[in-house]
Structure formats: structure tokens, C-alpha cells
């Protein structure tokens, strides 16, 4: 069976940081490319946030976060990372997790919600003054 559970949300200021993890379960990892997506209070759609290619050899940002975030894994433990840092009110959301499945030792990463083929239930961030 697989899982992936969402942990480290919570709740903070803005400047603050904080650090997400996925733990999954139930896939071989490597054979995954990562990405960690959030939807907003009222949102309809998921935002690309991070993506992470299953060897760790590329990452890619959405251009809202990029310098602030940094996405991470960690194969052998099977734990997925998103270090969220200088946080912003508008950055208040679910934030997912997400696994791709593509092949051993590809560099590909991706951002496109539709073609993720497992998610956590997510973990919530709240950002406020």
C-alpha cells in the first residue's frame, strides 16, 4: 500500500521558516521524481511548488519561491523535504506531496498536477501577523 504523509506544518509568522517532510511508503523511491504542491484557502487548483528528480541531480522552482525554498529527499530513508524559508502571508495553504513515477535514474522533474500518480493528504501552513 502506498502512503505519503505530510508533516512539519504549522503555524507562523512572516519571515519564519519551516521544514516539511514526506514520508513514503510502499514505492521504490529512486524510480520517483518528487514535487511538493499547495492550494490556497479557497483555491480550487493545486500551485506547483518544488520538484525533485529521483536521483536528486535536478531540481526545479516555481518562480514565486524560488531562492526561498529548497526542496530535498533522502532515498534511503524514504523522506521527501521542502525547507520553506522567509515565509509570506499569501503563502498560507495546504502544502502536498507528491510522487511521479519515471525511469531509473532519469533527471526529468515535473510540475504539472495531472501527472502525479500518488498524494498525501497534506499538511497545513498559516501564515499570519
Known amino acids: 500500500q502506498v502512503q505519503l504523509v505530510e508533516s512539519g506544518g504549522g503555524s507562523v509568522t512572516p519571515g519564519d521558516s519551516l521544514r516539511l517532510s514526506c514520508a513514503v511508503s510502499?514505492?521504490?523511491?529512486?524510480?520517483?521524481?518528487m514535487g511538493w504542491f499547495r492550494q490556497a484557502p479557497g483555491g480550487n487548483k493545486r500551485e506547483f511548488v518544488a520538484?525533485?528528480?529521483?536521483?536528486?541531480?535536478?531540481?526545479h522552482y516555481a518562480d514565486s519561491v524560488r531562492g526561498r525554498f529548497t526542496i530535498s529527499r533522502d532515498n534511503n530513508e524514504k523522506m521527501v523535504y521542502l525547507r520553506l524559508n522567509m515565509l509570506k502571508l499569501e503563502e498560507t495553504a495546504v502544502y502536498y506531496c507528491?510522487?511521479?513515477?519515471?525511469?531509473?535514474?532519469?533527471?526529468?522533474?515535473?510540475?504539472?498536477?495531472?501527472?502525479?500518480?500518488?498524494w498525501g493528504q497534506g499538511t497545513q501552513v498559516t501564515v499570519s501577523s
Open positions: 507528491a510522487a511521479h513515477r519515471h525511469w531509473y535514474g532519469s533527471t526529468d522533474v515535473y510540475s504539472t498536477e495531472a501527472g502525479f500518480d500518488y
Open positions: 510502499g514505492l521504490d523511491l529512486q524510480k520517483y521524481a
Open positions: 520538484g525533485i528528480s529521483g536521483s536528486s541531480s535536478s531540481t
